[in-house]
């Protein structure tokens, strides 16, 4: 029997890894846009594009483009914001409104 008083943080994980076991509040990471193609290659795309309505998506930058203009996130001038939009994603990932089965 282990008494340990919060999360031991892995040594040898990557930022990205982190991130998605949600070691690293999602509000202190400066940009979340590189950590949405982890989810991407996790999650199977027939739920990512019944959760956002994103058919298809050539890479994680066009798919958070897609997913900023379809729910609004956009910045001055119609440009989607992309850190906004995989704030979204990243935080739907944590809750577990992305389906994930390993």
């Known amino acids: 029997l282990i008494d340990c008083p919060g999360t031991v943080k892995p040594s040898a994980a990557s930022e990205t890894e982190l991130v998605l076991k949600g070691v690293v509040r999602i509000e202190r990471v400066e940009d979340c846009t590189e950590h949405v193609a982890g989810v991407l290659a ?16 050539e890479d994680h930058e066009d798919f958070l ?3 900023a203009q379809r729910t609004g996130k956009l910045l001055k001038g119609g ?3 992309l850190n906004t939009a995989a704030k979204q994603v990243l935080h739907d990932w944590l809750r577990g409104r992305l389906p ?3």
């Open 42 to 57: 996790r999650v199977k795309s027939e739920y990512i594009t019944r959760t956002y309505g994103v058919p298809t998506w």
């Open 65 to 67: 483009a897609q997913v």
């Open 100 to 102: 994930y089965f390993e």
């Open 79 to 81: 440009d989607p914001d």
